[in-house]
Every structure is written in C-alpha cells, then in structure tokens.
C-alpha cells in the first residue's frame, strides 16, 4: 500500500512554478520590488510624441550668396556628390541635392543596417576630399547633420508687446540664453527678430569722381578696425601689454575714415562718399501671431529627453524671468504648438485605459471564476507591465537605441492589455478546477494546474507572438519607426507568461478559498473589510498629495467592493448555478453533434469556404487604404509657395491676404476667446515655411505658411477640426499666380508625396520640356483626387544678365571676374568687417545706394575703377563700354537624384485612402503620354510617391 501511495502523491509539476509555492515570501517581496522598479521607470522614462528615429540620413548644407542656381549646382553641389558618389565601406541608398539661389542642399541616405555615427563620418570625408574643387569664398562651409525627428520644434514661444523689434529681439535673446542652458534643450531658434546691421551705402558717382573703387573702401576699413597686440614692456619690476586700440564703437568713430590721401593735401574720407547707418537689415523674414508682429522661438528638444519635462522647465523659466524682472509684466509671452500637451494626454488615457483594461477584466471573469480568481487574472495586467520594463535594456539592443515612451510603445501597451490575461485565465481556471472547492489542498492544486497547462500555454502564446517576429525584418525608414511595436509587445506577452507562472499561482496559494452561500460573510460585513478600509483610507490621502489617478482608483476599488457585495455576487451565483451551466450543456450538444462520422471533415472544409466567402464580401465591400491613419488634424497647415525670387514682401501681402479668409473661416472660433476650439494661428514666412518635416531649412522668400493649432481633444466640446480643414482649403483657393496647399499634420514617418512623377535625364533642357508637356497633359486630362499638381521648382524664372565682351574688357585691362566681384559688391553687397558690442557682432555691409542698386540702367552705368597693371595708373571706365544687357528666364531651382538631374510634379491628395486609386490612374495617363509624346532617349518618366 505504501507503494501506491507514493505514486499517488506523484503528479506533473512545472519546476518554476513549485519552486514560487515552495517560497512564497520571497516571490511577493519579487513582487512589490518589480512594482516599485515598473512605477519608477514609468515615470522617469523619456515620454515623446513620436520615436525617437535614428536614421542614417544626412544633410549637407552649403550657402554661397549671390549665386543663381546653375552655378551652386556647378560649384558646389556636383564637386560635393562626386566625393560622395564614391563612399565606400557603407551602403548609399540615395543621394538627392536641391540647388537654388544661394544654396545647395545635399541629402544622402544610406541603408538602415549602418550606424548614423559612421555614416556622418563618411560624409564628412567626402567633403573633405571635395574641398579642393569648390569655391575658397564660400559665405558658410559644408555642414553635415543628421536627421532625426528630434529636430523637429516641440512648441513655440511668441512674444509680442508695446516695444519695438530690437527691445522685443533683446527680450527674445535672454530667453534663448536661458532655455539653452537647459539639458534638454538643444537650441532655441529665434524666427521673425529684427538684425541690427551697419550699412555702408557708398555714391558711385562720388567714388568715380574720387577714383575710388570698393577694394579701396574695403581696405581702408578694415585697416582701422584693429585691436592689435604689440607685445609686452618691463615698465620696473611689471610686464605690460602694448596695445593700439583701433577696433569701432559706433559709426561716429568710421565717419572720419581716410579712404585715399595725396601729398598735396586733397583727403576723401569715408562720409564723403557714403552714407553710414547704423540700422535694421533689411527684413527676410516675417512672423505673426494670431495676426499681430512677434518674435517667436522654436525650442528643439534634445534626442531622447522627456517631453513633457523639457516643456515644463520652459514654462518654468520664463516664470523665472518675469519673476526677477528681467521680463517686464506687459510683455505677453504665449506657448503655441506645445507637443506636450497631446503627448500628456495619451499617458493619461494610458493609464486611464490599464485601468478600466484592469476593471472591466475583473467583472468579466467575476462571472466565470469568481470574484477572487478573476481579481488575480486582472492583476496580471499591470504586472505584466511592470516586468515587462524589466526587459527594457534587451529592447534597446534590439532597436539601437533607448526605448522612449511615445505613441508607438503605448499602442504595444494598449494592443497587448486583452492578451495579457490569456496565460493567467488558463492557469488560474486550471488551478480552481483541481481544486474543487477544497477538495484537493491548494498547494497541490496550483502545482499540478501549473505542470499540465504549461506545454499548450507556452505553444499557444508562441503562436501568438509568431506573426510579430517578422516587423523585425521590415527594412528601410518604415522599419525603423514600427520596430517599437513588435518589440514591446512580445516582451509584454512573454512577461504574461512569467507572471502567469510564478505569481499568480503563488496568489492563487494565497487566497483561493471555498467558494458557495455558505462561505460567504454578512453583506454588512464589506465595511470592515481590512481591504475596503485600506483602499479607501489611502484613496482619500493620495489625494492630497496630487496623485489623484491613483486615490481615484483605489476608491473605485473599494466601490466595486460594496457593489459586488450588495448586487454583483447576486448575480454572479445566479449566472454560475442558471446560465453558464445551460450555455456549457448546449456547447457540450454542439460537440457531441459535429463530431460524428465526416462531419468534421465538412467543418474543417467548410473553414475555407467562409473563408473564401469573408474575402470576397470584403472586395464587394470595397474598404479602403490609406498608408497611415489619421483622423481630426490637431494642426491645420497652409502652405503658399509664389514662383522662385519673389520679394519677401510681396510673400507676406499674399500671405495677409490668405490669413484674412483663414480668419473668416474661423470667426466663429477666435484663438483665445472662451470655449474656442482654435489654440492660435501663427504665420511664417521664408523662414520655418516650409513642411516641418522638410530638411531644406533655407531662408526661401517665396514661401508662406500658416499654422492653425487647435486645443486637446477633451476640450473640444466634441467639434471635429476637420470640417475646419475642409472650409480653409475651400477658402484660400482663387489667388492667380500661386500654389497653395492645405494640409493636416502628418501621422507616422515621413514618406514621398502622395503623388511623385519624377522626369529623370542629364539635359535640364530636355527634363524640363517634358515636364513642362506632361504638367500641361496631366492639366488638360485631369486625374480625381489630385489636389493641386505642381513641379518641385519654378521652371521658368526671370533672369536678368550681363553678358561680357571679353575682347573689349581685356584690351580695356579689367576681367570678368573683376566685373563680377564689383556689381555683386555694388547690388548684392559684402561683409567688410564687423563691430562689437559686449559679446554680440554685427556686420558692416558694403554697397551702393538704395536707388543705385535697384537701377539697372544706373548699373550699367556704373564705372569700373581698377588700376591698369600696363600703365600702372588707376582707371575708369563704365561698365556699359565692355557689357551689355540681356533679360532672359532660368530655372528657379535644381534638383538632382543619385547624381541625375530630376524634375518631380508633385501634388497632395486630400482622401488619404484615394493614394493608390489616384496613382493607378495615373500611371495610365503616363502611359498614354508616352505614347503621343516625342520623349528624348536621355529622359525617363518615373512613378513614384506613397503608393
């Protein structure tokens, strides 16, 4: 008999799991341990709106003023791709290059495998080797920067008020030198200030009565300009420094400048010839808030700091500066586009949805294993959370970088919430069927539940976690923004089975009772339960420290404990004695029924048919796609792009006229009245003008964008912003000779346009006239859902030039290059030196009058000043005798893709589930155009964009 008994005390064990029976204390001290890490880590890890993408994608940015853009493309884009070309040891994707006035924009975008460190490495050892070939007096050098979506503004600082734009420029200075100090602030851009500039406006007539030309004004200014160190002399027992002080303190000291002197007495000073001012530049950009002048400044968050912090301590610190004074009280200071504050939201629903996840999961199961088996299924919520936070540094190395809280690993969070429990149901059900009301002790019961569900839990929770194993094999950018998600929720689901197997039985040991009439207390008997008293005593504390999430919870805890005392537990024993047994003895019919004879063979077939059937009513359907969703826009964009060169302020008249009919839209919803949905409306122009997503961050007079923010969704009073959307894009229509777009913030990872026809060749002739041909064909056969097709650059762009006489001017003794330098020097200008003031510089600026420089019959006649190195004696002659003038068009831009020149019609499409639709119609249209049309055999037309 002994010999049975022993076998019969044996049963299935799962090692793990009996050893947590066996140590129960130590399992809850692991318990409240991991609790306390997942608390702390939840609040002191990073919180962003998005991730924080690393992509290996780098930008090379060169300014060299005064050039038209077939000369930055042949001066400095084309010697930097060369090199580039050429990187060897790291996978180039692509490199694409815009070359406008001014500026050359470089982006080269490697394959996701290589490190951003190396990457930007490698590039700047291309422009290294690129140097030699590009120009010695380039206004800035080649600068190479990553991208990252950290570099995107987090809010905007705006400030306006009763002072002029230097005093409101001096506030905005303090501000950024304090917002910089902080940690997680990478800079403070400020938009829309006035820059203080000291001009030097000289009389050409004057200086050709002199014989002076602008080298000799540029010399003398700069030779006096000078604090120079002449050494040091013993004076006694001291050294002291020699020192001739020459630098300039205001314009008083350039006024008397001796420009030329002679030996019989006859000076020119510097006033003789020129007017000396000592003011604004002239403005380049313009920035406004809800209509009114402001200087704003664009806080950018350093990559992987907190959100949410960075924008408190902002808050904080200007509190700090009108506290000490250093604000005066009547400058208004407002936070306009504050990406914390949706970002706050989606931790409060976060935490709201674990809790009603946590809640609603407790009543469900209450119906089906009792009040304290479904409270340790539900406990499992948040502790597998909290040791899934255990697994962060594994999920660092699997993405390649800290692991952020932004929206991605909250929707893992939230996927997973109805997952989690799977494991624990299993376990626990198992455990309160062995256990038979008591029947079987308790520790036997959890081990044995434990050993014989833990091979088909563990199969079934791989097959669930099987389908996500390959979004890590997702290449390119997408890949890199989506990693978060199967990376997160299969260390949640393999924490479920962790606490599936080693906590709950420990709490199924713990606290799984008898359960029946008979067992149960006295419904009074709720009140002066140590539990309900323990809920509701530190409910009512936690309150008044603020932690008001969690005192709300625990009250609602103690709630449920009254309501299932008094009600539920009714009707939990009706429903397990009445209903669960019927809906069992029918499910057990059901079986009993499909399983004879080749009935099951007619299921299993049958699969498939409704299968084939789901499939086809989809189609019949006819859903639609779209790449990311997005729904009510919390930012309505306006974007105005005028043809290449136009004048800043012609951009801005425009650009009132656009803000006037936004406006109207929005009367209703005036930015700041009470109940407004609308937050502010902030208008851009040529600087921060541009698609917040756009690498190109140049200064472009042509373009014009406004910004309507709206407030949190909670405080919307249930209105929809996209019928505001809507009304805009209605609205800003109709104005002749512009290209405006409307358009909502974008959701997920930066992509193509919607629609992206690229013309591809090496003739920008050929390119051109093709686009040109396919823009009229596509015009005239007009594809649905197109918004507003436009190239990427203006193709005809007036230009004025001057063509040389090489012959006359050489035998006249003056080059081209000559020429050139002193009309850019005359229209353009140039920074001759500067003047201190404390730590700030400003230019001093060389060129002709106001009145001369905008004259170009008064340019042509212009005389060129120089000294002829045949007779040794200074000259004059007018720059008509050796040049003449022609009025021609160029491009206003040029764009180039791996290394080939690339004209791209662009357009946006206002239904984002109408991409794919509007594409395929397209491409036919294309083919149809290549078909009528005579298409140079260098030119190739490529359909591209989100589809």
């Not at 003011?279 to 400044?297: P, Q, W």
Request: hydrophobic share 45%.
């Amino acid at each position: 008999m002994k010999i049975f008994d022993g076998i019969q005390d044996k049963f299935k064990q799962f090692g793990p799991t009996s050893w947590a029976v066996n140590n129960k204390t130590a399992v809850y001290i692991i318990a409240i341990l991991i609790s306390a890490y997942g608390l702390i880590k939840f609040n002191s890890m990073p919180k962003e709106q998005f991730p924080d993408i690393v992509v290996p994608t780098i930008s090379v940015a060169t300014v060299y003023v005064g050039n038209s853009p077939k000369d930055i493309e042949n001066l400095v884009t084309r010697p930097i791709e060369k090199q580039l070309k050429g990187i060897s040891g790291a996978k180039v994707n692509k490199i694409q290059s815009t070359s406008q006035p001014d500026y050359s924009l470089i982006v080269v975008e490697f394959d996701t495998d290589v490190k951003t460190d190396i990457a930007k490495q490698k590039v700047k050892d291309a422009i290294d080797k690129a140097r030699a070939d590009l120009p010695n007096d380039l206004t800035t050098e080649p600068d190479a920067q990553e991208f990252a979506f950290s570099e995107m503004p987090i809010m905007f600082v705006n400030i306006s008020g009763d002072y002029d734009g230097m005093k409101l420029k001096a506030y905005a200075d303090k501000m950024q030198d304090k917002f910089e100090e902080l940690s997680e602030v990478t800079r403070a851009e400020i938009v829309g200030a006035p820059e203080r500039e000291i001009q030097v406006n000289v009389d050409p007539y004057k200086m050709t009565a002199a014989r002076i030309s602008f080298m000799d004004v540029e010399n003398a200014i700069k030779r006096e300009n000078n604090d120079i160190t002449g050494g040091l002399i013993e004076v006694g027992n001291m050294k002291r420094t020699l020192k001739v002080k020459g630098q300039f303190a205001s314009i008083a000291d350039m006024q008397n400048i001796v420009v030329r002197s002679s030996a019989r007495g006859a000076s020119v000073y510097l006033r003789d010839i020129a007017e000396i001012k000592d003011t604004i530049k002239e403005k380049d950009s313009y920035a406004r808030l809800d209509g009114k002048n402001v200087v704003t400044l664009n806080i950018v968050k350093r990559a992987g700091e907190n959100l949410i912090e960075c924008a408190d301590k902002i808050k904080a610190a200007v509190e700090e500066l009108q506290k000490s004074e250093d604000l005066p009280k009547d400058l208004r200071v407002e936070f306009t586009g504050d990406q914390s504050k949706q970002t706050k939201t989606s931790f409060g629903e976060l935490i709201n949805t674990i809790i009603i996840g946590f809640v609603l999961v407790l009543l469900i199961l209450m119906f089906f294993m009792g009040v304290t088996n479904a409270f340790f299924v539900a406990l499992s919520v948040p502790l597998s959370v909290f040791v899934a936070f255990l697994f962060l540094p594994l999920a660092d190395s699997i993405i390649g970088t800290s692991v952020t809280l932004n929206f991605i690993v909250l929707f893992a969070l939230l996927f997973g919430l109805g997952i989690i429990v799977d494991d624990a149901i299993v376990v626990i059900e198992n455990t309160h069927r062995i256990y038979n009301n008591g029947k079987v002790p308790i520790e036997r019961s959890a081990k044995e539940a434990a050993g014989e569900v833990f091979i088909p839990v563990l199969a079934g929770t791989a097959t669930t976690l099987a389908p996500f194993f390959p979004l890590f094999f997702w290449k390119g950018l997408i890949g890199k923004f989506m990693i978060y998600l199967p990376t997160i929720l299969i260390l949640t689901l393999a924490a479920s089975l962790i606490v599936a197997f080693f906590f709950n039985p420990v709490f199924a040991v713990s606290f799984m009772k008898p359960e029946g009439k008979e067992y149960e207390k006295p419904k009074k008997a709720v009140f002066r339960n140590k539990w309900f008293l323990v809920f509701v005593i530190a409910g009512v504390l936690l309150h008044l420290p603020g932690f008001h999430a969690v005192a709300n919870f625990l009250i609602l805890m103690a709630l449920l404990m009254v309501l299932n005392a008094y009600v539920l537990n009714d009707l939990i024993h009706r429903f397990q004695k009445r209903a669960l047994p019927k809906l069992m003895n029918n499910y057990e019919k059901l079986l009993k029924w499909i399983l004879v004879g080749k009935r099951p063979i007619w299921a299993f077939v049958s699969l498939f048919g409704i299968f084939a059937l789901s499939a086809g009513l989809l189609m019949i359907r006819g859903n639609k796609s779209t790449f990311f969703p997005s729904g009510d826009p919390n930012f309505v964009y306006v974007y105005l792009k005028l043809p290449a060169g136009t004048d800043v302020k012609y951009t801005d008249s425009i650009t009132r006229v656009l803000e006037k009919r936004v406006e109207k839209v929005l009367e209703k919803e005036k930015p700041g009245a009470p109940g407004s949905i609308v937050e502010s409306v902030i208008t851009n122009v040529a600087v921060s003008a541009n698609n917040p997503r756009d690498n190109n961050r140049s200064i472009q007079s042509n373009l014009g964008r406004i910004q309507v923010s709206f407030v949190e969704y909670e405080k919307r009073h249930g209105k929809s912003t996209m019928v505001y959307k809507d009304a805009i894009r209605d609205a800003v229509q109709g104005i002749p000779g512009t290209n405006i777009e409307v358009a909502q913030e974008d959701g997920g990872p930066p992509t193509d346009p919607p629609v992206n026809i690229e013309v591809i060749g090496d003739d920008f002739e050929n390119i051109s006239m093709v686009a040109k041909n396919l823009f009229n064909f596509l015009d005239t056969n007009r594809v649905e859902g197109i918004e507003n097709l436009q190239p990427d650059i203006e193709l005809v762009n007036p230009e004025i030039t001057i063509n040389v006489d090489r012959e006359k001017a050489m035998m006249e003794g003056v080059s081209t290059g000559q020429i050139g330098m002193e009309l850019r020097t005359a229209v353009f200008g140039k920074e001759v030196s500067t003047i201190k003031d404390g730590e700030d510089e400003y230019k001093i600026q060389l060129r002709n009058s106001e009145l001369m420089r905008n004259n170009i019959t008064d340019l042509m006649n212009m005389r060129i000043t120089f000294m002829d190195m045949n007779t040794m004696q200074v000259k004059s002659i007018p720059l008509s005798t050796v040049a003449s003038v022609d009025y021609t068009n160029t491009a206003g831009g040029i764009k180039r893709k791996n290394v080939k020149r690339t004209i791209q019609l662009q357009s946006n499409v206002p239904d984002p589930t109408m991409v794919g639709k509007v594409n395929a119609d397209l491409k036919i249209k294309i083919d149809e155009f290549k078909q009528i049309s005579n298409i140079p055999p260098d030119v190739t037309i490529k359909l591209s964009g989100q589809s």
